[in-house]
C-alpha cells in the first residue's frame, strides 16, 4: 500500500529540505581553513620574516597557505597550509600562472615562460585541489612563487598521489596540517632561463589532526599520526607508490637544516619528529642497573629501537648508542633526577614501568671559564662545584692535563688536537658540560688559512665546471675555527664587497671549499663544497679577501686590515698582496697558489700561476 501523503504536505517539507541543505553547506563551509592565522600553526622552521632584506628566507604569508621564499634560489623554501574538507570544493583549476609581483622589487619575479621547454613541471606546493573552495582562493597558488621545479614523474605520480591522500583524510573529518619544500640542491637550475634552481629531492610532512574542539594546534599529542616523505625529483617514479619515500621529519631536519613542530612542547615535538608512518610501536620491556650515578651506563631492552631519536630520563635527554633493534646503552644525564626511562623512536614513544633512581656521587658543574677563547697550550680556569673527585677534563671530547684547586677551581691546558666546543668534568658524581663553548684559536701563525685557490669562470662558454668558488688551506700545524670567518669578493676596481660566511673547522693540510654562483655552461658539479654562496665572479679580474669577522669590508684596498687574514687580487685588480697581482684568468683557468696552497710569500704575482681548474675539499 502506497503512503498517504498530502500535497500540501510535501509543499510544506520542500521548504525545511532546502533549509536543511543550506544549513549542511554552512557547517561544510564553516569547516574552511582560509585564513592566514591557520597556515603557520606547526611554527616557522627557518625562522623566515618579512623583511625586503633577507634574500634567503622571505616570509609571505596569505589566507591559504605561508611560504618561505628564496630570491637566490628562485623558489620556495617550504609551504605551509591547512587542509579540510571545507577546502576543497567545485570551484575548478585556475587557467593560469601569475607572476608574484607582491615580493620586494628587488626580488627577481620569476615567471612562467622561466619554465618553458626546461623540462620540469611547474610544481605547485600548496596544490590548486587544496583550494577549491572558491575561484579568488585556487588563483592565490598559482603565483610563481609557490612553484618549484618538479619533474613529470615525481609531480605526477607520487607527490599527486599523496596530496590526493592528504584530501581523503581531510574528507573523513581530519584536519592536515601540511609542510613540504625542495630540498639538497647541487646548483643546477632550469634551462634555458637559467633562473630557478632545481632541487636534488622534494619533500612533504602531513600531520594528521582527528576532528575535536579547539585549534588543530591544541589537539596534536605525542600520538598524533605523522606522515614524512623523502622523493627524488627524477624520471622514473610515476608509478612508484609514495608509501615507498616515507621517512621521519628528523631525516628532513638533516637535509634542510630546518626544526619542525616549534609551536610545540619539545617533549610532543621531539616524539613527533622521529615518527616513521607505519613502523611498529617500539617496547620498553626492562632496563638494567635500576640505579646509578650521573655519567652511569644503563641497557635498555625492548624492541623497535633501530630508529630511535632520542633517551630521556625523567625527561632529561641523555646521550645514546642503538645497539641492536632490540637493544640501547644509554649515559644518565648530567642534572637528571629519579624517575622513568622514555625512548622514542620512528613508531612513537615508549615509558618504562619502573622507576630509575639516580644515585653515586654529588654531581659537578661548570658555571663559567676563563679566557673564553686561546691557542693549544694556553692556561684555563675553571669555575664551579663539586670538582674534588675529577678524573678527567676535555676540551669538546679531547683530553687535557689538569689541576684540581678547590671543590669550585680547576686549571687545565688546552690540549694539542683541541676544536672549538664545550668543556666537560667528569668526577665520581658525574659529568659536567659547559653551557658556552670554548674557541680553540690558531695560536700566533701555528694555523694559518690561506687562500689556495681562485675561479670565476664556472658556468662560462668553455668551462668544465658549473660553478665560480674560492677554496681555502690550512697551511699551519693547529686545527682552526672558521666560524667567525668569511670569504669576500669585489671586482677589480670595486668597493662594493659581498661575502659569504663560513662554518666549522679546518685541519692542518686540508683543503676547504667554498661554492659560489653558477652559470649556463659546464658539465661538471664541483666537489661537495664546505660552504655554499651566490657571489657571481669575474672569470679574468677580480679581489678576494678571507677575513676573520663577517663584517663586510668598505675600502677598495683592504690589504693590512687587522680583519683580513689572506687576500688575492688577480687580473687586471687595483688591489693585491705584494709586487703585483695575480695571473688574468679564464673559463679554464683558475689563480692557484703554489705548493699545493702552501705557499705564501705575501705577494700575489710570486704565489700564484693560472692553472687548469682543480677544485679540492
Known amino acids: 500500500m502506497k503512503p498517504n501523503i498530502q500535497k500540501s504536505s510535501l509543499r510544506n517539507l520542500v521548504p525545511l529540505l532546502i533549509s536543511a541543505s543550506a544549513l549542511f553547506l554552512a557547517v561544510l563551509q564553516a ?14 622552521p627557518s625562522n623566515a620574516a618579512v623583511d625586503a632584506n633577507n634574500h634567503d ?26 587542509l579540510t574538507s571545507g577546502d576543497v570544493g567545485s570551484s575548478g583549476r585556475s587557467a593560469s600562472f601569475y607572476t608574484d609581483t607582491n615580493l620586494p622589487a628587488a626580488f627577481y619575479h620569476v615567471t612562467t615562460s622561466d619554465y618553458t621547454s626546461s623540462g620540469y613541471d611547474r610544481g605547485h606546493m600548496c596544490p590548486s585541489d587544496d583550494r577549491t573552495d572558491n575561484t579568488t582562493d585556487n588563483k592565490l597558488v598559482f603565483f610563481m612563487s609557490n612553484i618549484i621545479p618538479q619533474a613529470p614523474d615525481n609531480n605526477q605520480g607520487p607527490w599527486a598521489s599523496f596530496e590526493s591522500y592528504c584530501r581523503t583524510l581531510a574528507s573523513a573529518g581530519d584536519e592536515i596540517l601540511i609542510m613540504c619544500g625542495p630540498s639538497l640542491f647541487d646548483g643546477s637550475r632550469i634551462q634555458p632561463s637559467g633562473k630557478v634552481s632545481i632541487p636534488g629531492y622534494t619533500w612533504k610532512i602531513a600531520v594528521d589532526v582527528p576532528a575535536g574542539s579547539g585549534s588543530a594546534l591544541s589537539r596534536i599529542t605525542a600520538s598524533t599520526r605523522v606522515i614524512a616523505l623523502k622523493l627524488p625529483n627524477i624520471a622514473g617514479i610515476r608509478s612508484t607508490p609514495w608509501t615507498n619515500f616515507i621517512t621521519s621529519a628528523n631525516q628532513i631536519q638533516t637535509d634542510t637544516g630546518y626544526t619542525f613542530f616549534t609551536a610545540l612542547p619539545a617533549s610532543v615535538a621531539g616524539v613527533l619528529r622521529a615518527k616513521v608512518d607505519g613502523a611498529a610501536a617500539p ?57 622513568k626511562i622514555t625512548v622514542a623512536a620512528g613508531g612513537g614513544s615508549v615509558t618504562s614501568a619502573s622507576t630509575f633512581t639516580v644515585s653515586g656521587g654529588t654531581v659537578p658543574g661548570i658555571t663559567s671559564f676563563s679566557p673564553t677563547s686561546g691557542a693549544v697550550g694556553t692556561g684555563i680556569t675553571l669555575t664551579g ?233
Open 31 to 44: 569547516g574552511a581553513t582560509i585564513s592566514t592565522s591557520l597556515q603557520l600553526q606547526l611554527g616557522n
Open 57 to 82: 628566507h622571505y616570509l609571505i604569508q596569505r589566507t591559504v597557505e605561508s611560504l618561505d621564499f628564496s630570491d637566490n634560489l628562485g623558489a620556495p623554501n617550504w609551504a605551509s597550509w591547512d
Open 283 to 339: 617496547t620498553l620491556s626492562s632496563f638494567s642497573p635500576a640505579s646509578g650515578a650521573v655519567g652511569a651506563s644503563v641497557t635498555v631492552n625492548g624492541t623497535g629501537f633501530t630508529t630511535a631519536a632520542s633517551v630521556t630520563f625523567n625527561g632529561t635527554s641523555a646521550a645514546f648508542t642503538i645497539n641492536s633493534d632490540v637493544k640501547i646503552t644509554a649515559t644518565v644525564p648530567t642534572g637528571t633526577t629519579t624517575g
Open 385 to 617: 662545584v663539586n670538582f674534588t673527585s675529577a678524573s678527567s677534563v676535555k676540551f669538546n671530547g679531547t683530553s687535557a692535563s689538569y689541576t684540581v684547586n678547590s671543590s669550585t677551581s680547576i686549571t687545565t691546558t688546552v690540549p694539542a688536537g683541541a676544536t672549538t666546543g664545550p668543556i666537560s668534568v667528569t668526577t665520581q658524581g658525574g659529568t659536567a658540560t659547559s653551557s658556552t663553548s670554548f674557541t680553540v684559536t690558531s695560536g700566533g701563525g701555528s694555523g694559518t688559512v690561506v687562500i689556495s685557490q681562485v675561479y670565476g669562470g664556472g658556468g662560462n662558454s668553455g668551462a668544465t665546471y658549473k660553478n665560480d668558488f674560492i677554496e681555502l688551506y690550512n697551511a699551519g700545524s693547529t686545527t682552526v675555527d672558521l666560524s667567525t670567518y668569511a670569504v669576500q669578493y669585489a671586482s677589480a676596481a670595486g668597493t662594493s664587497w659581498q661575502e659569504t660566511t663560513l662554518s666549522g673547522s679546518l685541519l692542518p693540510g686540508h683543503y676547504y671549499l667554498v661554492q659560489e654562483a653558477a652559470g649556463t655552461g659546464g658539465t661538471l658539479n664541483l666537489p661537495t663544497p664546505e660552504a655554499i654562496g651566490t657571489i657571481s665572479m669575474s672569470a679574468s679580474s677580480a679581489k678576494v679577501a678571507l677575513t676573520k669577522t663577517q663584517t663586510l669590508l668598505t675600502v677598495d684596498n683592504p690589504v693590512g686590515l687587522s680583519a683580513v687574514a689572506d687576500f688575492v687580487g688577480y687580473g687586471t685588480a687595483d688591489a693585491f698582496e705584494g709586487t703585483g697581482a695575480a695571473p688574468t684568468l679564464s673559463a679554464t683557468t683558475s689563480a692557484l697558489r703554489a705548493n699545493g696552497g702552501s705557499t705564501d710569500t705575501t705577494n700575489n704575482a710570486a704565489d700564484f700561476t693560472a692553472g687548469t681548474v682543480n677544485p679540492r675539499n
